[in-house]
C-alpha cells in the first residue's frame, strides 16, 4: 500500500547507508560511463524485438511548446521557446527569391530537461563525487567531462515494463505526496502478469501528469508537490538489476521528499551510487490504455538521447512498440 510520509522522516545517516548498500562504483570497471546500462547487451535486445507483434508505436514523449510543465519552481528551467527564422511569409512577399528557393526554417531554445527528458550519470552528485566515483569537478563550464549523455547515446533500446500503478490501485491519479513503495511496485508487476527482469526499462505510471493535462493547469507539476517513488525503491531497483527508471512525474520520487535533511535523498542514491539511467515527464496515457486492453505490459522500448556532446540530459521522443 502506498505511504504518506508527514512523519517519521529520516535522517542523513539513514540515506548514507543505503547508498553504500546500494553503490555499483567500480562493478563495470573504474571507466565506466553507463552504468546499470551494462546489464542490456545484445541477447536483451535481440529479444526485445521479439516482443512486437501487433505492430503498434506508442510516443511517450511530451511535445515541446511554450505550453509545457515549467512554472519557475525550479532552478532556470522555463518551457521551449520556438522561434521562426523564415516563414512562408517571407516567401511569398519576395523576401527569399535573391537566393532561388522559397522555404521555411526555425530555431528552438530550451533547458535540456524542461520536458521528456533523460537524467545523464553526471546529473546528481553524491558529496563530491558522481557515478563510478568520479570527481564532481569533473562537470565544469564545459560540460559533462565524463558521464556525459552522448556516452549512452546507443543504449537505450531494450525490454520496456509498464507498472500502472494508478491503475492497480483502482484510481486515475496517486495524490500528491503519496509515496510507492517496493511492495505496491511488485503488487502491480503481479497483477498486470509481467515479471520483471535484469536490464529491464522499468516505466511507473502515477496519474499526475493526465491529472495535470485533464485540468489543464499544471499547479506545482515541475518541483511541487507530486506521487512518486518511495526512497526505499532505491534498494528494490538495486537488486532487481533494472537499466533504467522512468515515470510520468517530474522527479521521479515523492514530493515532499522524506527526509528534511536533504533535497531529492532517492536522486541522492539512485543516479549517483547506482548508476542508473532516470527518465521523467514521460506521457504514459495511450500506452497505458492499451495495456489494459490488451493484458501486455511489456513491449520493445527505444528512447535515445540528442547525442549532446558533455550534456547532463536530454529531451527525447522515447517510443514503446508492441
Known amino acids: 500500500m502506498t505511504k504518506r510520509f508527514d512523519e517519521n522522516k529520516f535522517k542523513m545517516s539513514h540515506l548514507r ?25 545484445p541477447n536483451e535486445i535481440i529479444a ?5 507483434k501487433r505492430g503498434r ?10 505550453n509545457g510543465p515549467q512554472k519557475g519552481l525550479w532552478g532556470n528551467r522555463h518551457n521551449p521557446i520556438h522561434t521562426m527564422l523564415a516563414t512562408g511569409t517571407d516567401a ?7 537566393g532561388g528557393l522559397r522555404y521555411a526554417d526555425d530555431a528552438v531554445s530550451m533547458p535540456l530537461q524542461c520536458g521528456t527528458q533523460w537524467d545523464a550519470l553526471g546529473h546528481i552528485f553524491y558529496d563530491d563525487k558522481m557515478w563510478n566515483g568520479y570527481d564532481a569537478r569533473l562537470v565544469d563550464t564545459n560540460g559533462a567531462q565524463k558521464n ?4 549512452v547515446k546507443d543504449r537505450m533500446v531494450g525490454r520496456g515494463v509498464l507498472l500502472d500503478v494508478a491503475r492497480h490501485l483502482g484510481r486515475s491519479s496517486l495524490d500528491d505526496g503519496e509515496a510507492i513503495t517496493s511492495a505496491d511496485l511488485d503488487a502491480a508487476a503481479k497483477t498486470q502478469g ?11 505510471r502515477t496519474g499526475h501528469m493526465e491529472r495535470c493535462l485533464e485540468g489543464s493547469e499544471w499547479g506545482g507539476y515541475a518541483g511541487g508537490s507530486a506521487p512518486g517513488l518511495a526512497f526505499e525503491t532505491a534498494e528494490w531497483i538495486h537488486k532487481k538489476e533494472i537499466a533504467a527508471i522512468c515515470t510520468d512525474t ?4 515523492v514530493r515532499p521528499n522524506e527526509t528534511d535533511e536533504c533535497t531529492q535523498p532517492w536522486h541522492w542514491v539512485v543516479i549517483p551510487k547506482i548508476g542508473i539511467s532516470m527518465g521523467e515527464i514521460f506521457f504514459l496515457k495511450d500506452l497505458a490504455a492499451d495495456c489494459a486492453t490488451d493484458g501486455v505490459y511489456e513491449f520493445m522500448f527505444v528512447a535515445p538521447p540528442l547525442p549532446i556532446t558533455r550534456a547532463v540530459g536530454s529531451p527525447i521522443n522515447p517510443m514503446a512498440i508492441k
Open 17 to 41: 547507508d543505503v547508498a553504500e548498500r546500494c553503490s555499483n562504483w567500480g562493478r563495470w570497471g573504474p571507466d565506466d560511463e553507463m552504468g546499470t546500462l551494462n546489464f542490456v547487451g
Open 194 to 204: 509481467v515479471e520483471i527482469r535484469r536490464g529491464d526499462f522499468v516505466i511507473v
Open 92 to 98: 511569398v512577399a519576395g523576401n527569399q527569391d535573391a
Open 57 to 66: 508505436v506508442f510516443s511517450l514523449g511530451l511535445n515541446f511548446d511554450r
Open 148 to 151: 556525459g549523455i552522448e556516452k
Open 250 to 253: 517530474w522527479g521521479c520520487e
Open 48 to 52: 526485445a524485438s521479439g516482443l512486437v
